[in-house]
Nanobody, 124 residues
Framework: QVQLVESGGGLVQAGGSLRLSCAAS????????MGWFRQAPGKEREFVSA????????YYADSVKGRFTISRDDAKNTVYLQMNSLKPEDTAVYYC?????????????????WGQGTQVTVSS
């Protein structure tokens, strides 16, 4: 059974930084792509970033490109999202996700397993 547990969220001022972590268990972590999504109140869950197995390719939403960095540590079964220059519009619940493929996708439907989410709040 695949389990994903996010951590690292919190309250930060605009311009600040946070690093989210997602610890995975239940299967061979290194074989699969990982993604981050977020959902703000009253909005649809949206793609943020994704990374292939072996970190071969990384993808970012235009809204976070240049500010966020995704990475993975296969030895620790963990994927990270480093978030810099945070803005109030980054406020959302952030979810870690994975599917059954090695190649990353920006499509929510490609992800079958989700964490419980971690709240990120950016004050102005």
């Amino acid at each position: 059974q695949v389990q994903l547990v996010e951590s690292g969220g919190g309250l930060v001022q605009a311009g600040g930084s946070l690093r989210l972590s997602c610890a995975a268990s239940g299967r061979t972590f290194s074989r699969y792509a990982m993604g981050w999504f977020r959902q703000a109140p009253g909005k649809e869950r949206e793609f943020v970033s994704a990374i292939d197995w072996l970190s071969a390719s990384k993808y970012y939403a235009d809204s976070v490109k240049g500010r966020f960095t995704i990475s993975r540590d296969d030895a620790k079964n963990t994927v990270y999202l480093q978030m810099n220059s945070l803005k109030p519009e980054d406020t959302a619940v952030y979810y870690c996700a994975t599917g059954d493929g090695a190649l990353a996708s920006t499509r929510r439907a490609m992800y079958d397993y989700w964490g419980q989410g971690t709240q990120v709040t950016v004050s102005s």
